[in-house]
Each structure stands twice: as structure tokens, then as C-alpha cells.
Nanobody, 127 residues
Framework: QLQLVESGGGLVQPGGSLRLSCVAS????????IAWFRQAPGKEREGVSC????????GYADSVKGRFTISKDNAKNTVYLQMNSLKPEDTAVYYC????????????????????WGKGTQVTVSS
């Protein structure tokens, strides 16, 4: 059974850090790109970051560039999102998603390019 399970969310003060994890199972991990999305109340789900299956290609939304870092551990079928210098506007439910097609070299942050989603983890940035 294909699964993506996020963890690592929580409550953090502005300027703080969190590391999110996305553990995948049920498919051939190394064939697919993975992305992180987030959705704040009343807003559209937006692509935050992505990483290619090889790890050689990454992408970031302008709003998180320089603060967030995506990485993967193929031995653990896990993608991480290190989030530093967090701001209140980063508050959202964060989801990881798997790309629709395998063997794509450049990763995508578009919802239309994703086919499987985790259930999300809540990140709240507040003093």
C-alpha cells in the first residue's frame, strides 16, 4: 500500500527552526520526485519545495528561499524539509507529495504534477 507519512510539525516561536520528515512506502522510491506543499487556512495549497529522484535537482518557492532546505535519505526512503528563521506566515499544514510520473529529471512544485499525498503535519509559528 502506497503511503506518505509526514512528521515533525509543531509550535515554534518566530525565528525558530523545525525539521519535517516524509517517509514513503509502497512504491519504488528512487524512481520518483517528491515535493513539499503547504496550506494555510483560507488559502490555496502552494508548492514550497521539491527534490528530484536523484537529489541533484531542487526547487523552492521565493517565499522560503534561503530559509528552507530540502534533502533526502534514500536508505531511509525519507525526504526532509529543514525550516529555519520561521515566520508567522509560514503557519500552515505541510504535506509531502509524490510526482505523478517516474524518471522525470527536474522536480516540480505544481499540484497537477503530483498524484499521491500524505495527510499533513501542522506547523504553527507564533509567540
Amino acid at each position: 500500500q502506497l503511503q506518505l507519512v509526514e512528521s515533525g510539525g509543531g509550535l515554534v516561536q518566530p525565528g525558530g527552526s523545525l525539521r519535517l520528515s516524509c517517509v514513503a512506502s509502497g512504491f519504488t522510491w528512487e524512481y520518483y520526485n517528491i515535493a513539499w506543499f503547504r496550506q494555510a487556512p483560507g488559502k490555496e495549497r502552494e508548492g514550497v519545495s521539491c527534490i528530484s529522484r536523484s537529489g541533484s535537482s531542487t526547487g523552492y518557492a521565493d517565499s522560503v528561499k534561503g530559509r528552507f532546505t530540502i534533502s533526502k535519505d534514500n536508505a531511509k526512503n525519507t525526504v526532509y524539509l529543514q525550516m529555519n528563521s520561521l515566520k508567522p506566515e509560514d503557519t500552515a499544514v505541510y504535506y509531502c507529495a509524490r510526482a505523478r510520473y517516474s524518471y522525470v529529471n527536474t522536480c516540480s512544485r505544481l499540484r497537477a504534477d503530483m498524484t499521491y499525498w500524505g495527510k499533513g503535519t501542522q506547523v504553527t509559528v507564533s509567540s
